[in-house]
């Protein structure tokens, strides 16, 4: 008989409602606040899965439990301490649940382990697997426990394919090492070979077994091997060659891979990882194979000989990676296969005739003998950061930036050793600054990561960006930054809360992170990077159509709040906002208060209801460093408003200008001014967008536009801010969606007799004009070729528009967040693009707004005392008229 406990209630009732895991969770989390609940209690009536019905009912049963266990697993991976809970009470269920639960993990174990749970998931799923390995039984009769035992096996496997260093913590590898030994003891021999595959580092074998004697090289070079052409099908054509004929293939593929990236404009760190495994792990593992094979000095003809006859200037001309100035991969390669023993110091210095032989023989020797000396970068992060006082010492005077510069130019590049201490101590490092709740130094870690983002990305090849940002975004999301009513500092608190923010929103689009596959919901930072930065608060709207009365009230309430908000900024004679107004909002909601209120000040001046003075005096607040999120979604949103078909194009520019010059002073320069690291940060991410923009106006580009973007070339990274600004004459002049229709149309006819460069380049160009051109000029003319496409059959016009059609569609689907909310801005663009004769209804994903759409919903969401935004347009135009502006 079904139980009648309110939780058993609270699931059966939203199963059979259906309602989305979101809302489960969120349902739970309130039950869960006002009942206490026994673990016992919790896995039977929540984790344990219903008997199966008869075979009528078979499929209804399996949707229902499919559901149950999704909203099961979206709690337990909703914060660290479900993730606990859920792996402690799971043994006390059936095998046949564990089984189902740990299937279902292993199906999202990709995602999962880009999630900011690593660290709890991880553990909690060790003990989980500790406390399985003393238990379970295997045997012909229970089939459940084996399948259970496999896909545990599994699930490990993924993640450990996600994180590789999931075998290297210590407390891990010693739980792996006993679920292998399991596995082995159970004569499970068809799981053996994966499990020493994936589970254990070549150091590990004599564990394994028993600390029998195992010649620990030939392991080593079995593993090594195996990442090369034995596994892959496409390259078991290299079985075929001659040792030296594989060294010289290998190479040139390495190279031209990097050449390609280059060529394809791609993302910095995407070279940057290409030319960091090139100089690190594909040397080592050259050394390796060599040493297998025995044939060193074969090889080292071979790799000379194929870098010699290497032509290629994306490979000789790159500065990507932490570089001051251009440099050869090629030569630095072979100097990474010098300090390898691949390559001998005599025939790299006969490589290069050119440079003093002596003088490079030295600097080399001496780098060698000094490259085993990794554990510098511990004592220099602990001088520069830990031991530094804030009180007295400034980011910029501790010298921190120029230390990570010149840490750059060193054996770094060459050394895995050492780049791993690098993200060993800085993972550790902010783990104690957590600890210690020390704000001001982790804001200086936002700063550094941002400032050189070249360290960040050694530090992320290494391990991963969730490493560092897993620790940041529990941080932030844990952490109140309350202050007392009285502290007259409180603007130090929300300046660190700030930096760290913005940091971590810098961090991923400057690495090309995608939020919007998190699974997680419950997370305020998660929240704000998809709706703020990613959405820009597209879905929302300043109207409501509804009645209900306590909402109403919301709103006129947040709508009072805001008009204080607004003369605050915007009126000339006041002093910007007062330390009580701010202390009125919560700081987290701050960010999103602020930004809407700009949005609506942008928009206000586009229309003539606020003066320039105004807007300005707004802008100079809003340089305060507190304030640094809302001036990256700022721009951000200003960004998206600038096109050669967009009428408000300059307004805008004006505006960033303004921002701009605000920020690091008019005359400044890198020389001369004092740094301003916190908007140089936004300046690295914004930058490339705002040039990229201009770039598109081709001649048309004003005095104005020509100003902005030399400061911002000026101003920012050279390697990681200025990689998509192309100076070929093929990218240059006016971009419109009609330049992007002639250049498919060409490329998709001549495509087949390209060769594999001027398909690159071509495709560079295409990515670049797509970046360049706005949504709503792409949806106008996707409709108007839908609308050609449907011509004369077999007309050379139908034909081309059914080729623009399926590449916009094509492009579209690539360069859009996978989430269904985002539906509603699609539906925008395309309804403003329709025209106006021929629109007799509007394309809708609903039939009435709700308060959840509306801009004050954040206050109503979060239960803070946060508000957002109304219309701002007409509140600033009576309020212009009140004080005869």
Same mark, same amino acid.
């Given at each position: 008989?079904?139980?009648?406990?309110?939780?058993?209630?609270?699931?059966?009732?939203?199963?059979?409602?259906?309602?989305?895991?979101?809302?489960?969770?969120?349902?739970?989390?309130?039950?869960?606040?006002?009942?206490?609940?026994?673990?016992?209690?919790?896995?039977?009536?929540?984790?344990?899965?219903?008997?199966?019905?008869?075979?009528?009912?078979?499929?209804?049963?399996?949707?229902?439990?499919?559901?149950?266990?999704?909203?099961?697993?979206?709690?337990?991976?909703?914060?660290?301490?479900?993730?606990?809970?859920?792996?402690?009470?799971?043994?006390?269920?059936?095998?046949?649940?564990?089984?189902?639960?740990?299937?279902?993990?292993?199906?999202?174990?990709?995602?999962?382990?880009?999630?900011?749970?690593?660290?709890?998931?991880?553990?909690?799923?060790?003990?989980?697997?500790?406390?399985?390995?003393?238990?379970?039984?295997?045997?012909?009769?229970?089939?459940?426990?084996? $399948?259970?035992?496999?896909?545990?096996? =599994?699930? %490990?496997?993924?993640? !450990?394919?996600? &994180?590789? +260093?999931?075998? /290297? @913590?210590?407390?891990?590898?010693?739980?792996?090492?006993?679920?292998?030994?399991?596995?082995?003891?159970?004569?499970?021999?068809?799981?053996?070979?994966?499990?020493?595959?994936?589970?254990?580092?070549?150091?590990?074998?004599?564990?394994?077994?028993?600390?029998?004697?195992?010649?620990?090289?030939?392991?080593?070079?079995?593993?090594?091997?195996?990442?090369?052409?034995?596994?892959?099908?496409?390259?078991?054509?290299?079985?075929?060659?001659?040792?030296?004929?594989?060294?010289?293939?290998?190479?040139?593929?390495?190279?031209?891979?990097?050449?390609?990236?280059?060529?394809? $404009?791609?993302?910095?760190?995407?070279? =940057?990882? %290409?030319?960091?495994? !090139?100089?690190? &792990?594909? +040397?080592?593992? /050259? @050394?390796?194979?060599?040493?297998?094979?025995?044939?060193?000095?074969?090889?080292?003809?071979?790799?000379?000989?194929?870098?010699?006859?290497?032509?290629?200037?994306?490979?000789?001309?790159?500065?990507?990676?932490?570089?001051?100035?251009?440099?050869?991969?090629?030569?630095?390669?072979?100097?990474?296969?010098?300090?390898?023993?691949?390559?001998?110091?005599?025939?790299?210095?006969?490589?290069?005739?050119?440079?003093?032989?002596?003088?490079?023989?030295?600097?080399?020797?001496?780098?060698?003998?000094?490259?085993?000396?990794?554990?510098?970068?511990?004592?220099?992060?602990?001088?520069?950061?830990?031991?530094?006082?804030?009180?007295?010492?400034?980011?910029?005077?501790?010298?921190?930036?120029?230390?990570?510069?010149?840490?750059?130019?060193?054996?770094?590049?060459?050394?895995?050793?050492?780049?791993?201490?690098?993200?060993?101590?800085?993972?550790?490092?902010?783990?104690?600054?957590?600890?210690?709740?020390?704000?001001?130094?982790?804001?200086?870690?936002?700063?550094?990561?941002?400032?050189?983002?070249?360290?960040?990305?050694?530090?992320?090849?290494?391990?991963?960006?969730?490493?560092?940002?897993?620790?940041?975004?529990?941080?932030?999301?844990?952490?109140?930054?309350?202050?007392?009513?009285?502290?007259?500092?409180?603007?130090?608190?929300?300046?660190?809360?700030?930096?760290?923010?913005?940091?971590?929103?810098?961090?991923?689009?400057?690495?090309?992170?995608?939020?919007?596959?998190?699974?997680?919901?419950?997370?305020?930072?998660?929240?704000?990077?998809?709706?703020?930065?990613?959405?820009?608060?597209?879905?929302?709207?300043?109207?409501?159509?509804?009645?209900?009365?306590?909402?109403?009230?919301?709103?006129?309430?947040?709508?009072?709040?805001?008009?204080?908000?607004?003369?605050?900024?915007?009126?000339?004679?006041?002093?910007?906002?007062?330390?009580?107004?701010?202390?009125?909002?919560?700081?987290?909601?701050?960010?999103?208060?602020?930004?809407?209120?700009?949005?609506?000040?942008?928009?206000?001046?586009?229309?003539?209801?606020?003066?320039?003075?105004?807007?300005?005096?707004?802008?100079?607040?809003?340089?305060?460093?507190?304030?640094?999120?809302?001036?990256?979604?700022?721009?951000?949103?200003?960004?998206?408003?600038?096109?050669?078909?967009?009428?408000?194009?300059?307004?805008?520019?004006?505006?960033?200008?303004?921002?701009?010059?605000?920020?690091?002073?008019?005359?400044?320069?890198?020389?001369?001014?004092?740094?301003?690291?916190?908007?140089?940060?936004?300046?690295?991410?914004?930058?490339?967008?705002?040039?990229?923009?201009?770039?598109?106006?081709?001649?048309?580009?004003?005095?104005?536009?020509?100003?902005?973007?030399?400061?911002?070339?000026?101003?920012?990274?050279?390697?990681?801010?200025?990689?998509?600004?192309?100076?070929?004459?093929?990218?240059?002049?006016?971009?419109?969606?009609?330049?992007?229709?002639?250049?498919?149309?060409?490329?998709?006819?001549?495509?087949?007799?390209?060769?594999?460069?001027?398909?690159?380049?071509?495709?560079?160009?295409?990515?670049?004009?797509?970046?360049?051109?706005?949504?709503?000029?792409?949806?106008?003319?996707?409709?108007?070729?839908?609308?050609?496409?449907?011509?004369?059959?077999?007309?050379?016009?139908?034909?081309?528009?059914?080729?623009?059609?399926?590449?916009?569609?094509?492009?579209?689907?690539?360069?859009?967040?996978?989430?269904?909310?985002?539906?509603?801005?699609?539906?925008?663009?395309?309804?403003?693009?329709?025209?106006?004769?021929?629109?007799?209804?509007?394309?809708?994903?609903?039939?009435?707004?709700?308060?959840?759409?509306?801009?004050?919903?954040?206050?109503?969401?979060?239960?803070?005392?946060?508000?957002?935004?109304?219309?701002?347009?007409?509140?600033?135009?009576?309020?212009?008229?009140?004080?005869?502006?």
């Amino acid at each position: 008989m079904p139980s009648n406990h309110p939780l058993a209630l609270l699931l059966r009732s939203s199963l059979a409602r259906k309602i989305n895991k979101r809302g489960f969770v969120s349902l739970l989390e309130q039950f869960l606040a006002r009942e206490h609940i026994s673990d016992s209690q919790l896995g039977e009536l929540l984790l344990a899965l219903p008997e199966r019905g008869g075979i009528a009912l078979e499929k209804q049963f399996k949707s229902v439990e499919k559901l149950q266990i999704a909203y099961v697993i979206e709690w337990a991976l909703s914060n660290g301490k479900n993730t606990a809970k859920f792996f402690e009470t799971l043994p006390s269920t059936s095998l046949r649940c564990q089984h189902k639960y740990i299937f279902y993990l292993k199906g999202i174990a990709a995602n999962v382990a880009r999630q900011t749970l690593t660290e709890d998931l991880y553990a909690s799923l060790a003990q989980f697997s500790l406390e399985l390995s003393d238990n379970i039984q295997f045997s012909p009769e229970n089939s459940t426990s084996k $399948r259970l035992w496999y896909d545990l096996i =599994f699930l %490990w496997g993924t993640l !450990i394919d996600q &994180d590789s +260093a999931i075998p /290297l @913590k210590p407390r891990i590898k010693e739980v792996l090492t006993k679920v292998s030994r399991a596995t082995r003891a159970a004569g499970e021999s068809n799981m053996t070979a994966y499990v020493t595959r994936k589970f254990i580092s070549t150091t590990d074998i004599s564990a394994l077994n028993g600390h029998e004697k195992v010649i620990e090289t030939e392991h080593s070079t079995a593993f090594k091997a195996s990442n090369f052409s034995p596994l892959n099908l496409d390259n078991r054509r290299l079985h075929d060659l001659k040792h030296a004929e594989l060294a010289k293939e290998l190479t040139n593929s390495f190279l031209h891979g990097f050449s390609a990236a280059v060529r394809l $404009r791609e993302r910095p760190y995407v070279v =940057f990882n %290409w030319k960091n495994f !090139i100089l690190t &792990d594909f +040397a080592h593992d /050259l @050394k390796n194979l060599a040493h297998a094979f025995r044939v060193d000095h074969e090889w080292e003809d071979a790799i000379i000989s194929s870098v010699a006859s290497c032509t290629d200037t994306a490979v000789l001309l790159t500065k990507v990676g932490g570089a001051t100035e251009s440099y050869d991969l090629d030569r630095e390669f072979l100097r990474a296969c010098v300090y390898q023993g691949v390559v001998s110091l005599e025939k790299f210095t006969d490589a290069y005739p050119a440079i003093s032989a002596l003088t490079l023989a030295q600097a080399i020797t001496h780098e060698i003998e000094i490259m085993s000396q990794v554990d510098t970068i511990d004592a220099d992060f602990t001088t520069k950061l830990h031991n530094m006082d804030p009180a007295f010492t400034s980011f910029e005077e501790s010298k921190l930036v120029d230390y990570s510069r010149n840490l750059l130019s060193s054996d770094l590049r060459f050394l895995k050793a050492k780049q791993q201490r690098l993200a060993s101590v800085t993972c550790d490092l902010i783990d104690k600054l957590i600890q210690e709740k020390h704000n001001e130094k982790l804001s200086w870690v936002a700063l550094l990561l941002l400032n050189v983002p070249a360290i960040a990305n050694y530090i992320f090849y290494q391990g991963s960006p969730w490493n560092v940002l897993n620790k940041f975004i529990n941080y932030i999301d844990n952490e109140t930054f309350n202050v007392d009513d009285d502290d007259g500092n409180f603007q130090d608190t929300y300046t660190c809360f700030g930096v760290m923010l913005t940091g971590v929103v810098s961090l991923a689009s400057l690495f090309g992170l995608n939020f919007a596959e998190i699974s997680i919901q419950s997370s305020y930072t998660l929240d704000y990077i998809n709706e703020f930065y990613f959405r820009l608060s597209d879905p929302l709207t300043s109207n409501y159509a509804g009645i209900d009365e306590q909402e109403k009230q919301i709103i006129a309430s947040y709508d009072r709040l805001f008009t204080e908000w607004a003369k605050a900024l915007f009126d000339v004679n006041n002093d910007g906002l007062t330390d009580e107004l701010l202390k009125s909002v919560n700081v987290k909601q701050i960010y999103k208060f602020v930004y809407l209120l700009f949005r609506e000040a942008f928009t206000a001046r586009v229309v003539g209801s606020l003066n320039e003075t105004s807007l300005n005096n707004g802008i100079d607040y809003l340089s305060q460093s507190f304030l640094a999120p809302c001036s990256l979604e700022a721009m951000q949103w200003l960004i998206s408003r600038v096109g050669p078909q967009q009428k408000t194009s300059n307004t805008m520019i004006e505006i960033l200008l303004r921002i701009l010059e605000t920020n690091t002073g008019i005359a400044s320069s890198l020389n001369t001014s004092e740094h301003n690291y916190t908007f140089r940060m936004i300046l690295n991410i914004v930058g490339p967008s705002i040039v990229r923009k201009i770039r598109s106006f081709g001649n048309m580009i004003s005095e104005n536009m020509q100003k902005l973007m030399n400061k911002i070339l000026q101003e920012t990274d050279a390697e990681y801010c200025q990689w998509n600004i192309l100076a070929d004459e093929q990218t240059k002049g006016h971009v419109s969606t009609d330049s992007i229709k002639n250049e498919i149309t060409s490329f998709l006819k001549e495509s087949e007799a390209m060769m594999s460069d001027s398909l690159i380049e071509a495709w560079a160009r295409m990515k670049h004009k797509w970046d360049s051109v706005s949504s709503e000029a792409i949806c106008y003319t996707l409709l108007e070729e839908v609308e050609h496409s449907a011509g004369t059959r077999g007309s050379v016009i139908m034909e081309e528009s059914k080729l623009v059609v399926d590449f916009y569609l094509f492009m579209l689907t690539c360069s859009g967040a996978p989430d269904a909310d985002d539906v509603d801005s699609y539906l925008v663009a395309l309804n403003s693009s329709r025209k106006s004769e021929s629109l007799m209804t509007k394309a809708g994903s609903q039939f009435a707004l709700t308060i959840n759409d509306h801009y004050s919903s954040y206050e109503n969401a979060t239960q803070l005392t946060s508000l957002a935004r109304s219309k701002l347009t007409g509140e600033l135009q009576h309020w212009r008229s009140a004080h005869g502006y």
